[in-house]
């Protein structure tokens, strides 16, 4: 780090952020070294001090093999989905196929579907990947992360869940993958305000069956089997208090073997169901 970077840093922590934040949005948007990159930084410093995400104001952000654009249209991929798509590659590679096709349901920038696809291209493996959202918003920047990652076995649906999905595709996916809103409207006052920034439709969810913000959970596992080839798999990320809701409609809804896995905090996070 240059000297004059070295100040910069010391004038943003001296303001309030924190001295690694300080660091990276000074490497983000002091490049050149003149004075429309200063107003940048100073624009950007007071969009964090201000309590905006460090991940909106930088504008982009990894996700495993991934440098994905994220903006208030989107969630900020999270820790735990990344661990979502490692248990996905593993199911996929139990479930055996040359070219898999992929679901991902309520895709946001686009992070579980196309780091699959990436992952899986480096491994040798062409799948295809439908992307949907009922968010036009996100689904612009889904689409934006795929050119970016030159991801091109990618097509983009704006549906409610399966509603808007082609029919032809019905029993064709070897994978669905999903990370719907499952944090109940109680719930949701009640939370960290950073997820204020968020779009509340990515995040908030009506309750379902007596459990708290778990519909649109629900509505996934019941019409997934429909969606699945004979061996294909569901792997849903739902709240830490639905893991036993989402066992129980996944064997209501048909699925043969249902299990549930905790995340790197112990936390009941991911239903796997098998047709
Ligand atoms: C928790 S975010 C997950 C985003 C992304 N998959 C991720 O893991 O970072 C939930 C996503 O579901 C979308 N969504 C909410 N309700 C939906 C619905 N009824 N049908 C399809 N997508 C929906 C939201 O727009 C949002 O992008």
């Avoid at 201000?50 to 930088?58: A, C, D, S």
């Avoid at 050119?147 to 669905?176: C, E, M, N, P, T």
């Amino acid at each position: 780090m240059t000297g004059a970077n070295a100040t910069l840093v010391g004038e943003l922590v001296a303001a309030g952020l924190e001295p690694r934040e300080a660091r990276w949005l000074v490497e983000e948007f002091f490049v050149g070294d003149d004075p429309e990159a200063l107003v940048a930084l100073h624009a950007a410093a007071k969009r964090r001090l201000g309590g905006e995400p460090l991940q909106y104001v930088i504008g982009h952000w990894p996700f495993r093999s991934l440098d994905l654009d994220v903006d208030s249209r989107v969630l900020i991929p999270r820790p735990e989905t990344e661990e979502l798509v490692e248990t996905a590659l593993r199911e996929l590679v139990a479930v055996d196929v040359v070219a898999p096709m992929i679901l991902d349901l309520g895709c946001g920038s686009g992070a579980i579907g196309l780091a699959l696809l990436d992952e899986l291209s480096a491994r040798g493996v062409m799948a295809t990947l439908l992307s949907v959202d009922a968010s036009s918003d996100a689904l612009a920047v889904a689409r934006r992360n795929a050119l970016k990652h030159d991801l091109l076995a990618v097509a983009f649906v704006q549906s409610s869940w399966f509603d808007a999905v082609d029919v032809s595709l019905r029993g064709r996916f070897d994978l669905i993958v999903a990370n719907p809103p499952y944090v109940g409207e109680d719930e949701f006052v009640n939370l960290d305000p950073v997820l204020g920034y968020e779009p509340r439709f990515a995040l908030v969810a009506a309750d379902a069956s007596g459990v708290a913000g778990f519909r649109d959970v629900e509505t996934i596992i019941n019409e997934a089997p429909a969606w699945l080839t004979s061996a294909g798999v569901l792997v849903c990320e739902h709240g830490n208090m639905q893991a036993e809701a989402a066992l129980a409609a996944a064997s209501a809804a048909g699925f043969t073997s249902v299990t549930d896995l905790a995340d790197l905090a112990g936390q009941p996070r991911v239903l796997i169901a098998r047709r």
